[in-house]
């Protein structure tokens, strides 16, 4: 059976849509069981390409936790968490490295493929794994335990800041891929640094009009078991309320402040989308309403 034709006037109304938002930077983080999905991780990055040949700067950041995961296992290592978080030692930071290097440049293969040779030029870029390259800069995160005792996560850091070099790319036309990694501003070796925690610090850094969170859930659900309970807007303040409340819970509350962060340093609004929905990311500028959750002040 032949396929509904998408007419001309669907079509020029799309690609108004998405050149609305010309020269205006996009942060998209992908992650979690999204990239586990080879269909939709090839869904995400062709939306990337679409973005960035009509004209919208876009940064991917993504991160590696369950290949990571696999490799530490297949090394013999097993993950160590210190109040909850998951410790770095050298050995695991070895691998952390290792691995996000792989995925990194998967990525950028499968982007020039997926564009169909329209990256001429390195249109895609993987900052090279080179510590005086990158545009990410961190220092150690230390948590403060109740007996206000600073507690050690070994190589976990956070962002201290946003070099201008990745600025500089975007000005080239440019779609810089980053993994989730950030130079140690105290010795110049690298630290594992959250996927969201980067994605955040980099839409600050750019001042973009948007941070796309790409995860394993339709956003944020009124109730957990019911995806139709999905609420597709609401502010740091409602955010906050239902926090308090329970109904943001679990691994959701870490995402959410993600937003939070993004919206702090500088960001217009983060959004929370299902990553295992193919093309869930360029549904945002092709549409009116969208499936998934838009965090705004």
Known sequence: MAEPRFSAEAF??????????????????????AMEDPAATDACLKSVATLHRLGVPVVLVHGGGKPIDRAMSEAGLVPKKVAGRRYTDDATLAIVVRVLEEINNDLVRRLDVLSSGAAEGGAWFGFPFDSTMYPIVGRRLLLHG???EPIELGRVGTVAR???????????????????????????????????????AVAGALKAEKAVFLTDTPGVLRDRSDPNSLVPKLTERECRDLIASGVIDGGMVPKVEACFEALDAGAGSALILDGRVPFSLLDVFLHDTFKGTAITR
């Open 12 to 33: 020029a109304s799309a690609v108004d849509r998405v050149c609305a938002h010309r020269g205006r930077p996009v942060v998209v983080k992908l992650g979690g069981s």
């Open 146 to 148: 109740l007996d206000a």
């Open 162 to 200: 946003v070099g201008t070099d990745l600025q500089n790319t975007l000005d080239k036309g440019v779609v810089p891929v980053l993994p989730s990694v950030a130079v140690s501003e105290e010795d110049g070796d690298w630290l594992n640094v959250n996927a969201d925690t980067a994605a955040s």
